[in-house]
């Protein structure tokens, strides 16, 4: 059973910063790749930043310059590090990995954390 359990998210006032992490965990070979996501309210989910194999990196626009994602193979986790975040930040942030499992790739999403910034 592969579950993807996310952590980090909480309170914060604009112009401060969170650490997310989503965390593999079970018979898992290696991630291939990893995304984050965020649906604010009333909103559609939408790409933040992904992060591939390879370690080839992509951000939306309205990240650029304040979040950072990155991951660590060994330890099947991924991470988003959010600075100077503004009050249109507020969202749930989903992680979604694509794993390579027995030879086979898989899709699995974060259970979500809440993001909310104060201004």
């Known amino acids: 059973q592969v579950q993807l359990v996310e952590s980090g998210g909480g309170l914060v006032q604009a112009g401060g910063s969170l650490k997310l992490s989503c965390a593999a965990s079970g018979s898992i070979f290696s991630i291939n790749a990893m995304d984050w996501y965020r649906q604010g309210p009333g909103k559609q989910r939408e790409l933040v930043a992904g992060?591939?194999?390879?370690?080839?990196?992509k951000y939306a626009d309205f990240v650029k310059g304040r979040f950072t994602i990155s991951r660590d193979n060994a330890k099947n986790t991924g991470y988003l590090q959010m600075n100077s975040l503004e009050p249109e930040d507020t969202a749930v942030y989903y992680c979604n990995m694509n794993l390579r499992i027995a030879g086979l790739d898989y899709s699995y999403w974060g259970q979500g954390t809440q993001v909310t910034v104060s201004s």
């Open positions: 992060i591939t194999s390879g370690g080839k990196i």
